[in-house]
């Protein structure tokens, strides 16, 4: 029964040291939740946390609005420490992410299931075609494009093929809230 708790005690300090690691690479999106503590100043507490703007920036007490997407919680923890020396005394910070926001997206045209996906975490093209469970065998898969929702731009052209078989992930799109995949019929009759 010992050796039991042991090996219990062990995989919880493992696991505990891996969340701790994980978390710390963890890049900041739109949507996350935040816990910002700076102790001693109790006016940064919120019972709601801070949420992530489309826009990438939160509203800090003292600072008003400070871009936050693609940090890292320590990162931004040190950051508010910096910005927040100018009106308090020796700041702590500490920032965790209380929830993952998630980005969503629609796959729509020769897709298994098309419609729309709520990210979590990585939010790539390949990502959002796990999503949805993969292509069709009518997929044109040099033509798969992607349009960025509120930009007049022309739709970006995705070729899956070459990045599968070359292993270049240049392609592999970071995706934005509302984005569009839209994937090509090849035009061949089974």
């Avoid at 003292?62 to 308090?88: C, F, R």
């Avoid at 419609?115 to 997929?139: H, M, P, Q």
Wanted: hydrophobic residues 40%; contains cysteine; aromatic residues 8%.
């Amino acid at each position: 029964m010992n050796i039991k708790r042991i090996v219990l005690i062990v995989f919880s300090l493992l696991t505990f040291c891996l969340t701790a690691l994980a978390h710390e690479e963890y890049k900041i999106y739109a949507g996350d939740n935040l816990g910002i503590k700076v102790l001693r100043y109790a006016e940064f507490d919120t019972e709601t946390g801070y949420l992530v703007r489309t826009d990438g920036k939160i509203t800090v007490p003292l600072l008003g609005d400070v871009l936050v997407k693609d940090m890292t919680p320590s990162e931004l923890a040190n950051t508010l420490a910096v910005q927040l020396k100018e009106y308090l005394v020796e700041p702590e910070v500490f920032v965790s992410v209380i929830t993952e926001g998630t980005t969503r997206v629609y796959l729509l045209g020769e897709i298994t299931n098309p419609g729309l996906y709520e990210l979590n975490k990585s939010r790539t093209v390949l990502d959002a075609i796990s999503a949805a469970g993969s292509w069709t065998s009518k997929t044109a898969k040099k033509r798969i494009y992607l349009i960025r929702k509120g930009k007049d731009e022309e739709p970006i052209k995705i070729n899956l093929k070459k990045m599968l078989e070359t292993g270049n992930m240049e392609q592999n799109y970071e995706l934005n809230e509302g984005d569009v995949l839209y994937f090509k019929g090849n035009g061949k009759l089974f």
